[in-house]
């Protein structure tokens, strides 16, 4: 049966992108006229996944009011179809929010929406990953899902010396673009990598995960991170792949990659890209 679930964790402070964010989300911070987290849901819908959690946290009100009803707006917009459209549109998707109130790391605020998801296998997006593609990623991932069962992790091919950034995989190719995983090494030196492939933040779950999250050793920070989790998972012998999407990935939670992600995002919107690539252009920016 075809996954429906999907669980967005949305809980992060964004300490990258201060003093902005200081009383918004960062996941609020546009990409031209939408939101970060609106480019999220949309790519959960697109690839069927209709039951959508979001894991906010203290002062991230925002999020959730972006996506719920405004009447005040709408009347406002009744001479404005176009715009009106847009926003109801948004305010129709029901989405269940729930609130991490101790920032205890990925495994945590998995746990904290365990009630909404019932046990059963989801989709896992990390919001700062924004991809541009054909097909949506986390599809591409649900299809390697129900080709070979157990759990899917995004992955994408880095600069070795970029691999300490990463999750790096080691594993064993299946077919094209796949491999079945036999371990991640959390940002290993770039020496020390098995691999150039990068996990990125769109995963689909199996339900063997629910049991060990709870038993997710804490560093010693006291965060649960989900990468021990996944190796728990194959330690026990489930089965994890990588899969190598296609598409364009951009980290918004940094501020270079959400720049570059609005101006890729211009650039293809028709209204916008003549301007634009005028004034880039006109910058004369030297190499």
């Not at 790519?43 to 959690?53: R, S």
């Not at 917009?77 to 715009?83: Q, T, W």
């Not at 609130?99 to 700062?128: C, N």
């Given at each position: 049966?075809?996954i429906?679930?999907?669980?967005i ?10 003093p ?36 906010t ?13 405004n ?8 001479k404005?179809?176009?715009?009106l ?6 305010s129709?998707?029901?989405i ?57 992790i ?26 079945r ?11 020390e990598?098995p ?8 995963f689909v ?6 049991p060990?999250?709870e038993k ?7 965060e ?7 190796t ?5 012998g ?11 990935r ?11 992600a ?26």
């Amino acid at each position: 049966m075809r996954i429906r679930k999907a669980l967005i964790l949305a809980a992060g402070y964004g300490t990258r992108f201060l003093p902005a964010t200081k009383a918004v989300p960062k996941e609020m911070l546009p990409i031209v006229d939408r939101p970060v987290i609106q480019y999220i849901v949309e790519e959960a819908l697109a690839a069927g996944l209709d039951q959508i959690v979001i894991v906010t946290a203290m002062s991230k009100r925002a999020i959730e009011d972006h996506f719920d009803r405004n009447p005040d707006l709408e009347a406002a917009l009744a001479k404005k179809p176009d715009y009106l459209e847009e926003v109801r549109r948004i305010s129709g998707i029901e989405i269940a929010f729930v609130r991490q109130k101790e920032m205890k790391g990925q495994s945590h605020a998995i746990l904290g929406a365990r009630r909404f998801m019932g046990d059963e296998p989801f989709a896992l997006f990390y919001p700062d990953d924004v991809i541009f593609s054909d097909k949506p990623a986390i599809g591409q991932l649900l299809d390697v899902q129900e080709r070979h069962g157990g759990s899917v992790i995004a992955v994408q091919r880095v600069p070795q010396q970029e691999i300490v950034h990463y999750g790096a995989i080691d594993g064993e190719p299946l077919e094209e673009g796949v491999w079945r995983v036999r371990s991640i090494v959390e940002k290993p030196a770039a020496d020390e990598a098995p691999s150039n492939l990068g996990s990125v933040g769109r995963f689909v779950l199996s339900a063997d995960i629910w049991p060990l999250l709870e038993k997710t050793p804490p560093s010693i920070g006291g965060e649960m991170f989900f990468t021990d989790t996944m190796t728990m998972l194959m330690e026990k012998g489930g089965e994890v792949f990588a899969y190598e999407y296609e598409g364009q990935r951009f980290d918004t939670g940094r501020p270079i990659g959400l720049l570059k992600a609005s101006i890729y995002t211009a650039l293809r919107r028709p209204e916008i890209a003549p301007e634009l690539a005028e004034f880039l252009r006109a910058l004369n920016v030297p190499a």
